[in-house]
Nanobody, 119 residues
């Protein structure tokens, strides 16, 4: 019913910044029923982990490893969620996946966008 499409990944040097975007598209009733939007990431050889999320009401959650460096936000008018990543570290290298969770607890995932932090 809803598609999630990420963009904004790329190659950056340590200390640099990237801004990831994710747009949800579908019926109005489907997108309006999304409660949580956010980002997971999976690095090579590691488990998928939650990076940051934001509810429709504005409550945010961040992984301890990104607090103070990353900012998650959303624009309900555009049905989008963003992740501003600052002071990037090599350990941030991963595939980043946009996700959404409906009030029904159903979840959806984007295709992923690659972030590589290397000098």
């Amino acid at each position: 019913q809803v598609q999630l499409v990420e963009s904004g990944g790329g190659l950056v040097q340590p200390g640099g910044s990237l801004r990831l975007s994710c747009a949800a598209s579908g019926s109005m009733s489907s997108v309006s029923s999304i409660n949580v939007m956010g980002w997971y990431r999976q690095a090579l050889g590691k488990e998928r982990e939650l990076v940051a999320s934001v509810t429709r009401g504005g409550t945010t959650v961040y992984a301890d490893s990104v607090k103070g460096r990353f900012i998650v936000s959303r624009d309900n008018a555009k049905n989008s969620v963003y992740l501003q990543m600052n002071s990037l570290k090599p350990d941030d290298t991963a595939i980043y996946y946009c996700y959404a969770r409906w009030y029904s607890t159903t979840t959806g995932w984007g295709q992923g966008t690659v972030v590589t932090v290397s000098s």
